[in-house]
């Protein structure tokens, strides 16, 4: 029935009892008696709501007024003894049914379903309203988890929080009384938490008797102890069965107390026991990996391979298994030598031996990867961007007069080095219309540099001297040649010599007394000679002196930004900063 149709049906019974009479008496239908029937929830003005069912008006606020001699007949309306109203929504209190919108009335309050089963309730505190497992440790709120005693390991009458009915804890005794069973004593059981008893292990008495659950630990006269036993001074002595525990060989049937434990024979040799765990009162081996006996297989070092101080389970000592490391991983000069094993069988294998050259080998007993330094390099090796290498040193022969430095390019250089190539691009790609190439020698003055650019396209249109973005040629000199890897601020020299520049520029250091250049500016290129006083880089010149240099040149075609730069030596951009990217050169003596 809905609820429409049951306010229309209480309506009419409404109508037929209370006949409207002329006394002047009104009987006001709110939503529950003594209440002023201005109520706002579903519960008030439920006589109002009949009116409007019946088509009568009123109700508008909480229930319609009625004319006539008897009482408001609220009470008898409702649907059950101690309801207070109707339609009332999921988690409204309530006495039956009736009185929910859902049609469920469950655990005290309107529920949205009938909500059965064992360990569901209606009522839980954070979800009023909605069905929901019960917390775990709660009472059944139906009552279906019975309480059972604690030794069944059954149901306690509480949840489990998954909607099931809990069991007797983990431990809980369960069982049988103690008890004796012969020469053996019976414990209580122990509940497993899922309903099950977990009978004790039975435990031998001997040399004591069992009486009367449990097994004696002393005795007052010889019928408190095992056959062949007698009391002695509280205590049962006599000959011992095979397994029991023991002192003297006197004290065992067999005279052999052999590990603690009366056996069956005399038990001599290493690896053997009496006492073996499923086998106490038998001789067997011991089994592998289980420790000797003090002064059986004394152990030796790993580094031997041999004895570890434990059993192989054949009654014989154990050696160190295979794979146990017998000498560590390390470094000899330049090589790594892995660790080395042991094969199982009493051999120390060595471990195999790896050339690190060019590196050396490192701190964790391994070959070296990278470098940062030469440290990091064997013999000759150095290291130039964070690689090892034999990377060759440039001789710079040596003449007694400089050369003319105008521009023209005279037969002084005929003796140089030989020409090195500039071609290594760190910036922009290579074109065919443009080669660079370089010679040198030394004299006592200074260094001295002849640097060949073919480039048609030659541009010089940035302010000042020496730019980056024009046609420049690089000079980088690292003049005590010790090679670190930031800028020492001493001796660490980078040059610009623009194309068409009247003076150089000393990037790093400023220092440019006595440098000069000059430039040959014909054909479809540009020359440019330039010496570099030993003064000035801050050093002495001598035959077998080695530094750091390299040279890079820089190409602008359209006047905006360089669009390539190749070096001589290294392959990176990074020579303004890193000086142990340099090459080596070597000044050769007369």
Known sequence: MTRQLWLVMVGVTLLCACTVSNTGLSVSMDDEPGTGGTGEGPEAGAAGNVMDALGNGGGGSGGAAISGDAAAPDVATLPCVGATG???SPGQTCACAGECASGFCVDGVCCEEACGGACRTCASAADKGRCRLAQAGQKDPRNVCVTE????CGTTGQCDGQGGCSKHARGTVCGDAESCQGM???????????????????????PFVCGPASCLTRCDSSTDCASGFTCQGGVCEGRRNEGSACTANTQCATNFCVDGVCCNEACGGQCRSCAVAGSRGQCRFVPAGQMADPGECSAMSASTCGRNGACDGQGQCAVYPQGTICAEASCVASQAKAASICNGT????????????PYVCGGAAACLQRCSSDVGCTGANICVLGACGAFPILDIPWKSTPP???????????TASAPQAIEKYVVGTPVNNFGVQFRAFWSPLGLHLLVLVQDAMRVNDSPGQGSFDDDTVEVYIDADGNRGTTLDGANDHHFLFGWRDTEPQNV????????????????NGYGMEITFPWTTLG???ASGKIFGLDVHVNDDDDGGLRERKVAWFTTQDTSFRDPSSYARVRLTGP
């Open 404 to 414: 003319v430095i105008n521009g023209d390019i005279d037969l002084a250089w005929a």
């Open 149 to 152: 005693a604690a030794g069944t």
């Open 346 to 357: 009493g051999t120390c294998v060595a471990g195999t031996t790896t050339s690190c050259n």
């Open 184 to 206: 053996t004593a019976k414990g209580r059981g122990s509940c497993d938490g899922a309903g099950t008893c977990t009978p004790a292990a039975p435990i031998p008495c001997s």
């Open 539 to 541: 050093t002495t010149a």
């Open 508 to 523: 790093s250091l400023r220092r440019i007394e006595g440098v000069v250049f000059g430039q040959d500016q014909s054909g």
């Open 86 to 88: 109707f339609g009332k």
